[in-house]
Structure formats: C-alpha cells, structure tokens
C-alpha cells in the first residue's frame, strides 16, 4: 500500500503527463466509462472468485442461494407443523 506522499508524487506525475500530452479525446471518453465497466463486472461477479468457485477448489460442497431458499422453505414449514401440533397438545 502506497503512503500518502507517494501517491500525491504519482498523482503529480500522470497530471504533467496528461496537460504536457495532447488530448486524445477516445482516451478521456474510455476512463468515463471506466467506473461503469468496473460497476457492471462487479455485479456479474467478474472481480473476485464465486463461492462456488472457492469451493470447488477447496474440495467441499456449496449450496446455491436456490438450494439454500428451499431449506429455508422447508424448515419453515417444519417449525410451523411442530409449533401447530404443540399448541394442540397443550389443549
């Protein structure tokens, strides 16, 4: 990680970069769109490995977001049958 005086001298040296060069608008229009192809990628999770992906290479099972709403569903059901046939019990 860069100290704070090496970034403000990096900084300096891509301004005398760019004001001593000639404008190439086809570059300035690339670097608005940066932040935006960043954004996008990050959200098809291009950035960083996938769970799943981390998983397979670490030998264990995953379980998709699909996979983790039905046991979700399912144990919700579970929990209400058990409190339904609880509160007859106790009739």
């Given amino acids: ?6 970034k403000i001298t990096r900084e300096k040296r891509i301004n005398s970069r760019l004001t001593s060069a000639p404008l190439n608008w086809t570059v300035i229009e690339k670097l608005d769109k ?3 192809a960043v954004l996008a990628k ?3 999770g291009e950035l960083v490995p ?5 998983a397979r290479e670490e030998g264990r099972d995953y379980e998709t977001a699909q996979q983790l709403l039905e046991r979700i569903k399912t144990g919700k059901k579970r929990l ?5 046939r ?6």
């Fill in 34 to 36: 940066l932040p935006r």
């Fill in 42 to 44: 990050a959200f098809r």
């Fill in 80 to 84: 209400e049958q058990e409190t339904k």
């Fill in 86 to 91: 609880g509160k007859h019990e106790n009739y």
């Fill in 50 to 54: 996938t769970e799943a992906e981390l």
């Fill in 1 to 6: 990680m860069k100290t704070e005086p090496e």
